[in-house]
């Protein structure tokens, strides 16, 4: 049994952030039921070109990726029935999760108190851009503005001297995180309202998540009065340890060396690479003189693992003791064997994805394929009492699909 089995949570969102969060319930065990436009659907469905990236047909990962494992009803919230319709889902769910605007769902009749009035123990959660207070609460952004741009990361990853500021690794890259935020503190309050029987409103931004992905450098630059800067590119990663930082193999790939106690490791790795007499040599005895060293350990280490290939070089250093990472892409992920064996890939229908990052039981998550639009309408209104005249009538009057 999974840890949310039994859980109702009714998802009034868009785009890839709160419905991320609903995806991780989903995976948790929760029964997800995204409620959509009733004529366009989610936004997101739309999603085809993501820069040079284009989908043609489905399924399309710009989609299955933040909708996995859910039920999908079309509803037209502006309309009386439709409005009746939602009242009767919130009545039999545990949470509300939404990414409306402070506005819309004033409009729509769908904040926390008017929520609330329909279902007293529900969990109110919303995920917004720049948080539930403040001036610019009632702003709407994306990840590449709240998260990426305005919570410090751009600035910090971009080297000085490049023009203009490194993009976000992937689409959707601060969504997902705050996501998975989200769906923790919806956990949070579900056990909260299990011990007390008071129900929570859970809060996450786009602009919070953003600040605390860069909480430790923010920290420091607050104490130090001092912005985080990222070195120059081609630059190595400490200038006191030959040993933390990029190394280039001799088919352009990279390796990552983090091994933060460089007198530990060093005769280790002079061993792996095939130059022993390294840890015998006096420039690299000890933590002093390897910090003192470092440029000569580098140039030497760079010459070195130019000599083979990343495939070579992630064999030999199978038995390394310090920690090293090959530098991955996107496609090579889903070959290497660690993540495979922990299962952190799962098949959603006729797609694989990434499986959200929290395990039970030493198990792989189960998830299902992201629903069609409205595709489960009857199957939900079914569950709610409704005889097929009534849900023809509620078509015929354009309050579901």
């Known amino acids: 049994m999974r840890p949310l089995e039994g859980i109702r949570v009714l998802e009034v969102a868009m785009y890839g952030f709160v419905p991320s969060a609903g995806a991780v319930l989903a995976e948790w065990g929760a029964d997800v039921v995204k409620v959509e436009h009733a004529v366009t659907g989610d936004p997101q469905r739309g999603l085809r070109q993501t820069g040079a990236y284009r989908v043609e047909g489905d399924p399309n990962p710009n989609v299955e990726h933040a909708n996995r494992g859910k039920r999908s009803i079309g509803l037209d919230l502006a309309n009386p029935e439709g409005k009746e319709v939602l009242d009767e889902l919130i009545r039999r769910a545990d949470v509300f999760l939404t990414s409306f605007l402070p506005a819309p769902r004033r409009k729509l009749g769908i904040d926390v108190d008017d929520v609330r009035k329909v279902n007293p123990r529900i969990v109110y959660a919303r995920g917004s851009a720049l948080g539930p207070r403040g001036l610019e609460s009632e702003k709407g952004g994306y990840d590449m503005t709240a998260f990426w741009s305005r919570a410090g990361t751009a600035a910090s990853i971009t080297p000085p001297g490049v023009e203009g500021l490194i993009p976000p690794p992937s689409p959707a890259y601060g969504d997902t995180i705050s996501g ?7 956990a949070a309050a579900l056990l909260q ?6 129900p929570s409103i859970v809060d996450v931004s786009l602009l919070g998540s953003g600040l605390w992905a860069m909480g430790h ?18 630059a190595h990663g400490s200038p006191t340890n030959p040993l933390s930082g990029l190394y280039r193999t001799s088919d352009d790939c990279y390796l990552s060396f983090v091994m933060l106690q460089p007198a530990r490791f060093w005769a280790d790795v002079c061993r792996h690479i095939d130059r022993p007499e390294l840890a015998e040599d006096p420039r690299f005895v000890g933590s002093e003189q390897i910090a003192a060293n470092t440029a000569e350990a580098v140039k030497i280490l760079r010459e070195v693992i130019a000599t083979r290939t990343l495939a070579d070089w992630t064999e030999r250093f199978a038995t390394l003791a310090g920690p090293w990472a090959p530098v991955q892409n996107s496609l090579q992920v889903a070959q290497d064997a660690q993540i495979q064996a922990n299962g952190y890939l799962i098949r959603a229908g006729e797609l694989d994805l990434v499986a959200g990052p929290v395990q039970f039981d030493v198990s792989t998550a189960e998830t299902g394929p992201a629903p069609e639009f409205a595709a489960q309408t009857e199957e939900i209104l079914g569950e709610l009492g409704l ?3 009534r849900i023809i009538a509620l078509k015929a009057a354009g309050a579901v699909t």
């Open 180 to 186: 998975t935020n989200l769906a923790g503190g919806i």
């Open 193 to 198: 309202r299990e011990r007390t029987g008071e």
């Open 217 to 234: 450098a923010i920290a420091l630059s607050m104490h130090l009065d001092q912005a985080w800067v990222a070195p120059a590119l081609g």
């Open 387 to 389: 005889d097929w005249d």
